[in-house]
């Protein structure tokens, strides 16, 4: 059990660090465009290993409940389409009205 | 192991308010809508993380709701500024 404690811990670690460089990220860079590209990975990434962290802490000390982390792994496969998906066209809206990219030299936006 | 989801939580709020600059302050529309679709996305984790340190597993299902609002929110927004309306 200790075993599985400090594989569940790792998880959650390398997804709360995940979840923070998107926000640093999304506070430092320059322009719109470059914005996205680091929320739009980093958040799946991160929010995908916290879940599946929880996933196997639920199936090693609720084993009497086997049928709750079908919840998980519905959010896990919902959220690593969706949220590129979501990105994308956000994205795309933006290229379509006009927003320029940033080029380097300009000042940032 | 339950101090450890307390302390993922507190760091995920955290992540949580340094989006929320962006979103109060980010010049534009879109710098705003791509900073709430990434809070949206970090309540996931918080919802399921919570679900965990209060043992209410019906959090889960507040979560997969929350996935799906948030995913046809962007694509609702995304189509009204391609096209300048929503049912067309």
Redesign the interface.
């Known amino acids: 059990m200790f075993l599985v404690n400090v594989i569940v811990t790792l998880f959650l670690a390398g997804g709360v660090f995940f979840l923070l460089v998107g926000s640093i990220g999304l506070l430092r860079f320059p322009d719109f465009y470059t914005r996205l590209h680091a929320t739009g990975k980093c958040d799946t990434l991160g929010g995908g290993l916290i879940i599946f962290g929880l996933l196997i802490y639920h199936l090693f000390h609720y084993f009497h409940y086997p049928l709750v982390p079908v919840r998980l792994l519905f959010l896990i496969f919902f959220i690593f389409i969706a949220n590129p998906t979501a990105t994308h066209t956000v994205m795309k809206a933006a290229y379509r009205t006009g927003v320029k990219p940033w080029k380097l030299g300009e000042k940032r936006q | ?1 339950i101090s ?2 307390l302390v ?1 939580a507190l ?2 709020i ?3 308010f ?2 929320l ?2 979103g109060v302050v980010g ?2 529309v ?2 705003r ?3 709430v ?2 809070i949206g ?2 309540t ?2 918080l919802l ?2 919570l679900g ?1 340190y209060f043992e209410r ?1 019906l959090f ?2 507040i ?2 709701l929350y ?2 609002l ?2 046809i929110g ?2 609702v ?3 009204y ?2 096209r300048g309306d929503v049912c067309s």
């Open positions: 192991m450890i989801f993922t760091l995920i955290a992540s949580i340094l989006s600059y962006r010049p534009g879109f710098n809508v791509a900073a679709n990434v996305t970090k996931i984790a399921v993380i965990y597993p889960f299902d979560a997969i996935a799906m948030n995913f962007a694509l927004f995304a189509k500024i391609e």
